[in-house]
């Protein structure tokens, strides 16, 4: 029936369809670019299938993980720069993945905004690809929610879920023992983790985002914006060459809380400070907040963003193995029977 009114539409009520079916085909090159053995379907359906037996497992447990960028998405869109967060979101996800034995296998995520930018969107997107491309993760899938109301103008959410499986009895950690070496796998800068109180402190400071940065090269914000290191490559290579007993991600709650995590009860951790110079950009929040050592180690990786406990007859090996891998890899210490973290030495 017709009566000479249009009547409202969906994008008058801020939901713009077409400029979702765009980013949708925007994306998928860069989500081709990914595919691994076990992937089956591309974006656009209604659920993203991934055959295990094509990846090559027989008998597979599957781990699965989700987190978020957290408030350094502040800063990416108070900057613009948004390409990097896209890494951040898979390496938070497959990282923990990794620490449990497992391969990730596939990756989907979830953007969501109050109006949809294509150009920003794709951008993130874009990076969440590179992020599974450097992990042999595929982008099998996702959502992107337009939300009008929910979200002030620009700004956008981020979530991310991760699977990933190993043959079963090959879960971390296993036979940790007192005398096991920790080795610590140096970090990319401040990763996705403390970024509140990262926040805060630029503010103390009183220097802007695109001020030049007071430690490094570039602004500050770009400095800031450096993505979270992925591991995931490296440790799944000295896993398989034999030897780790465990590997503990350093997110939010630094050394001081995850490490504890891959220990048995009744087993700490000595962890010698002056084994590795803290970096600049630790150095100079520390500097800024007048922060003290306990409270930068229970919030920041401080340099640190992979611990692996290994045995001590393959501490040596591993390390090898490692840096040939690309990571710079620092002796920190050792498992010990006397439960909780002890520190020897100072923050430098």
């Not at 591991?231 to 050394?255: D, E, F, Q, S, W």
């Not at 692996?308 to 090898?320: G, I, S």
Request: glycine share 14%.
């Amino acid at each position: 029936m017709t009566n000479g009114k249009t009547g409202m539409t969906y994008a008058q009520a801020g939901v713009d369809i077409d400029a979702g079916n765009a980013l949708v085909e925007r994306i998928k090159p860069a989500a081709k670019r990914t595919d691994r053995p076990g992937t089956v379907s591309g974006l656009g359906g209604f659920g993203a299938l991934f055959d295990l037996k094509a990846a090559g497992y027989n008998d597979p447990v599957l781990v699965a993980a989700t987190d978020g960028v957290g408030t350094k998405l502040r800063i990416a869109i108070d900057t613009g720069l948004v390409d990097g967060v896209g890494i951040d979101l898979v390496a938070m996800c497959v990282n923990d993945l990794v620490c449990q034995g497992a391969e990730p296998l596939f990756f989907l995520d979830y953007f969501a905004t109050g109006k949809l930018e294509t150009e920003v969107a794709a951008r993130v997107i874009e990076g969440i690809a590179e992020g599974c491309l450097r992990s042999g993760a595929a982008l099998i899938g996702g959502e992107t929610a337009e939300m009008p109301g929910m979200y002030p103008a620009g700004d956008f959410d981020l979530a991310g879920f991760a699977v990933g499986a190993m043959e079963r009895g090959g879960a971390l950690p296993a036979d940790v023992a007192v005398g096991d070496v920790l080795l610590g796998l140096a970090s990319d800068g401040v990763h996705s983790n403390g970024y509140s109180l990262v926040r805060k402190l630029v503010e103390l400071s009183g220097i802007d985002w695109d001020a030049a940065c007071p430690w490094g090269a570039g602004t500050l914000g770009e400095q800031l914006l450096t993505p979270t290191r992925l591991y995931v490559r490296p440790a799944l290579a000295a896993v398989k060459a034999g030897g780790v007993h465990g590997l503990a991600h350093i997110t939010g709650g630094g050394l001081t809380e995850n490490l504890p995590r891959v220990l048995p009860e009744g087993m700490g951790a000595t962890i010698d400070l002056s084994a590795w110079a803290l970096p600049d950009i630790f150095r100079w929040m520390r500097g800024v907040g007048d922060i003290a050592e306990a409270e930068m180690l229970k919030t920041f990786n401080c340099g640190i963003g992979m611990v692996a406990v290994v045995a001590a007859d393959r501490a040596d090996a591993l390390t090898d193995l490692l840096t040939q891998a690309g990571e710079t890899v620092l002796r920190l210490g050792h498992v010990t029977d006397t439960p909780g973290m002890h520190y020897e030495g100072r923050l430098v």
